[in-house]
């Protein structure tokens, strides 16, 4: 595999610029070259958006950029931030042939590589645009699954309105991933993209208590809900109301979204600390860890209560997050949180376990290992467990199926909720995943509401 040049460690710990430095045309074409062309293309049948990838790959290899990115954006209008934060080792690279007997193709790299090509040289071409229908589609959220069904009602034809609750649009892409690993001009870039092909957005657009589902429906012929999974889940362990726990989506929030990162320009509040603990193993985790470090603290520990075999987080980011000196606790499980009188967190006690038998979720349950406690001096911890379902909008709409945890139900093979023409996926449907698979539910749902609005 063709290496793509990064920042040395020692110098991007202490720096937001990306990480990954991306190919040059040589580097790109020559990592294209490996491909093997296999007939029975394995990796497409692991892209959840299905990207004609040996198709790509060998344009690339032929040194024709401009037929490889419109080969890529024929099913992915977000290829450059596909490039930077889809896990492909677990889906399109895991199925390479190439991996079989040595590296995969880094297929991910090489979508990055166009995508970047397009937007610094080439110019951005506007997909082609069915004629107008007439029939209006209201998405709510303007995350991945969102964007993603915005793009392709407005390929058919449809006129789209993305209403996005915060401030600025692009959902976790914007306020959950980090400037160094995907910075927010690539964001702009895709998202002004749909812009131009005619797609409204609305910011500051919250909808549910007040602005319901079903004024939508009177005013849209089609709604999707793609409102994401932003609550986040806590230990449940003593001490997590002290000052300086914040939850990931929170600490993460204040960095990328009110730009804590760029203080002084920005003021935004936050405590830096300066020995601070990220609880979890996923990439929210590595991306809360590496921005600690970032934002001044000396030391940064890692706990997670499974070994690093077991962890969700791309290898990438794991091995990043190595690499800049964060302290890896393995196999260690959070007893509480300790403050001082003043209630400001000053340590934390972990204790010790092993592996047993696979819990519901099919993974090994971590046991504590008795008498093995001991404590951790830290001036702020960040668990980053997961999200769950928010209930501002599904609770106020009536009729809305959804299950004990709050999740939307709908259709798999159609993303039809219980209200006829409103329509969901993503996170709030699924649970948390990942962007790729977001994208793939509003792929999905695009093609029904396409078809409910030519019949209809």
């Known amino acids: 595999m063709v290496p793509m040049p990064e920042q040395p460690p020692e110098v991007r710990r202490r720096n937001f610029k990306e990480v990954p430095l991306g190919y040059s045309r040589e580097q790109a074409m020559a990592e294209a070259s490996r491909c093997l062309q296999c007939k029975s293309r394995p990796c497409v049948s692991g892209c959840p958006v299905g990207i004609d990838i040996p198709g790509f790959v060998k344009a690339i290899a032929d040194g024709d950029f401009r037929t490889a990115i419109r080969i890529v954006k024929h099913d992915n209008t977000l290829p450059a931030v596909c490039g930077r934060v889809c896990p492909q080792s677990g889906q399109c690279q895991s199925r390479c042939v190439l991996g079989k007997k040595g590296d995969p193709l880094a297929i991910g790299n090489l979508e990055r590589f166009v995508a970047d090509w397009e937007r610094r040289e080439g110019g951005m071409e506007m997909p082609e645009l069915a004629p ?34 915060l401030h600025s649009l692009g959902g976790v892409l914007r306020y959950g991933i980090p400037e160094f690993r995907m910075p927010k001009e690539i964001l702009d870039a895709e998202v002004g993209m749909l812009e131009k092909m005619g797609v409204e957005f609305r910011t500051d657009a919250v909808i549910g208590p007040m602005l319901t589902v079903h004024d939508l429906l009177g005013q849209y012929d089609a709604v999707y809900l793609a409102i994401g999974a932003g609550l986040p889940f806590f230990m449940g362990i003593p001490g997590e109301n002290l000052a300086g726990v914040y939850s990931a989506n929170e600490y993460l929030t204040r960095s990328n979204l ?88 000053v340590g934390m006690e972990v204790v010790k376990s092993r592996l047993g038998e696979p819990d519901a979720s099919g993974r090994r349950k971590p046991i504590p ?5 001991y404590t951790i001096d830290v001036d702020v911890v960040v668990p980053a467990l997961g999200n769950g379902a928010n209930r501002l909008l599904t609770r106020p709409t009536r009729g809305l199926d959804t299950d004990k945890r709050g999740k939307i139900i709908a259709d798999p093979e159609t ?11 993503g996170d709030i449907v699924r649970g948390a995943a990942t962007v790729i698979l977001a994208m793939g539910d509003g792929r999905l749902a695009a093609r029904a509401i396409h078809e409910y609005l030519s019949t209809s």
Do not use: W
């Open 132 to 165: 107008r229908t007439g029939k209006k589609v209201a998405v709510v959220g303007s995350g991945p699954a969102g964007l993603t069904v915005a793009a392709d009602c407005a390929r058919n034809g449809h006129a789209v309105t993305v209403f996005e609750a």
């Open 258 to 345: 009110m730009k804590a990162y760029l203080f002084p320009q920005y003021d935004t509040p936050i405590i830096k600390g300066r020995r601070v603990a990220v609880i979890g193993g996923g990439n929210v985790a590595m991306d809360s860890a590496r921005t600690a470090l970032r934002l001044g603290a000396e030391e940064v520990f890692l706990i997670y209560r499974r070994s690093k075999k077991e962890m969700p987080a791309r290898h990438q980011e794991i091995e990043h997050a190595y690499q800049e000196g964060i302290d890896f606790h393995l196999l260690r499980l959070p007893m509480r949180i300790l403050g001082d009188e003043q209630g400001n967190v």
């Open 415 to 425: 993303a039809e909720t219980s209200i006829k023409g409103v329509y969901a996926g």
């Open 369 to 373: 290992i008795p008498g093995t406690e």
